[in-house]
């Protein structure tokens, strides 16, 4: 397994794993074929993170070059939170439990320092218990639950906000 930034060139196999992931996971945001993602807003996306400093995208690849997951890093925008950071994870369901999820996150604090961010952050259906694990495990606490705020199948669930200093 391999970690690395994102770079133009990755945009249609970056849109493609998304949507698997998306159609894959129960706890995604996006259900599987609601996410209208073309190549070319995926390379826009990809160049715009490269350029800001403080956001990028993560992904691991496979010894045969295939992508089987990411973590997407949004930087803060304002002065006040350049120094922190929003992710995004997606893991293919074959590779869940196989250490993908630790990789990344490894290579996450490290690129982390290097750019001098000081706090990380996302959120996490409750219910997804292997992600919670392995958020914890890669050093987040929970912050705060919001109530209500994931809807799947008509039923309500409550999300995590779960933070990282560095």
């Known amino acids: 397994m391999h970690i690395r930034e994102a770079i133009v060139g990755d945009g249609e196999n970056l849109a493609i794993l998304i949507k698997q992931v998306e159609a894959q996971s129960e706890y995604m945001l996006m259900e599987a074929g609601e996410r209208k ?17 403080n956001s990028a995208i993560l992904l691991a690849e496979t010894d045969e070059q295939q992508l089987v997951g990411y973590i997407i890093i949004v930087g803060g ?14 893991i293919l369901k074959d590779y869940c439990g196989m250490g993908v999820g630790t ?25 997804n218990e292997a992600a919670v694990s392995l958020y914890k495990k890669s050093g987040f606490d929970i912050e705060g639950v919001k109530r209500g705020s994931f809807v799947k199948d008509g039923e309500f669930f409550d999300e995590y906000y779960m933070g990282k200093l560095i």
């Open 77 to 90: 925008t304002a002065k006040r939170t350049l120094h922190s950071a929003y992710l995004v994870v997606g």
């Open 103 to 127: 990789s990344l996150f490894q290579h996450l604090d490290q690129w982390a320092r290097e750019k001098e961010l000081s706090r990380l952050e996302l959120t996490v259906v409750t219910e």
């Open 37 to 53: 993602l073309s190549v070319e807003q995926q390379q826009k996306m990809i160049d715009r993170f490269n350029r800001s400093g």
